[in-house]
């Protein structure tokens, strides 16, 4: 192994954190070096999280119309996308959707709304959802609602919810270049508001959108610092009718590379490998593990379609990893 990988996978084995200058070192690791990062990225995340995989499901609860530019979203309303368009979904569709997911042996569930935040009403019906999802069915329950106040915080916790999704997409620096209707200190304070109510916090971002591989780091150094729960990585999938849509999708091994950095950043912290896994990483999909994953969204996206679930479980076995139950 690389003496520098090797020194700094020994660092952060024996509890010590890297410096911003150490993870620009391993990013500029030769070529020949690149199966040693990863080998050191999967010991190190084999000593803090073990040999088990976190899966979740999402379902797309209300669709499009969404106010807010984000330039990857087929969502947004400011963008001529093919995308959807509904309000939210039934019960029943959402209690069938939960039990796909259980059936598929996800341990999470995470409804997701577009939208820039949901209404009272909105959230009246999610906090009744959240209570049946749990109570019912068995599942984790999650949501993904953009932004939200103190007190509807407070209303979902009571219902039973354990963990909110906001991702921060990109870095401070990059941020103004993928959203001009809302500001990256926004997403910031929201964060905070979730871990005062005492929430989880799932956070993380969005590859391949003409960031660097510097503002990765700064955006992983970023989750570190406010202490996300989990690590959501997703891989531009460019959407025809989008601002991105004519965004080459990043190399496999430059995607292995960035999910082994974002493992030294945060060691003890999930690293659930989401949207783009398919089309980026292709035949070597269960090299995601190796570079120090240990999640994955399983089933279909909001607007795209996933993997066949049959296949990420057998992935997960020929590894000889164990999927943790809900």
Known sequence: ???????????????????????????????????????????????????????????????????????????????????????????????????????????????VISGKEADEKELDVICEWIKRIKGEIGIHPCVSLGFINKEQLAKLKEAGLERYHHNLETSKSFFPNICTTHAYEDKVK?????????????????????????????????????????????????????????????????????????RYINPKKEIRICGGREPVLRDIQSMLFTAGADGILIGNYLTTLGRNPRRDLEMIRDLGLAVLPA
Do not use: W
Not at 66 to 73: G, Q, R, T
Not at 210 to 227: H, P, S
């Open 190 to 262: 929201t964060i905070e508001l979730i871990k005062e109510a005492g929430l989880s916090i799932c956070c993380g971002g969005i590859f391949g959108m003409g960031e660097g591989m510097k503002e990765r780091i700064e955006l992983a150094f970023a989750l570190k610092e406010l202490d996300v729960d989990s690590i959501p990585i997703n891989f531009l999938m460019p959407i025809p009718g989008t601002p991105l849509s004519t965004s080459d999708i990043i190399n496999p091994l430059e995607a292995l590379k960035t999910i082994a950095i974002f």
């Open 1 to 111: 192994m690389n003496n520098n990988i090797l020194k700094i996978t020994d660092k952060v084995l024996s509890g010590k954190d890297i410096t911003f200058d150490e993870a620009i070192s391993l990013i500029e690791a030769d070529s020949s070096d690149f199966f040693s990062l990863l080998t050191g990225a999967n010991a190190v995340c084999h000593h803090y999280r073990g040999k088990n995989v976190d899966l979740c499901a999402i379902t797309n609860a209300k669709s499009g119309i969404c106010p807010e530019d984000c330039k990857f979203c087929a969502q947004s309303s400011h963008f001529n996308t093919h995308a959807a368009r509904y309000p939210l979904i039934s019960i029943e569709k959402m209690l069938k959707a939960a039990k796909e997911g259980k059936k598929i042996k996800a341990r999470r569930f995470c409804i």
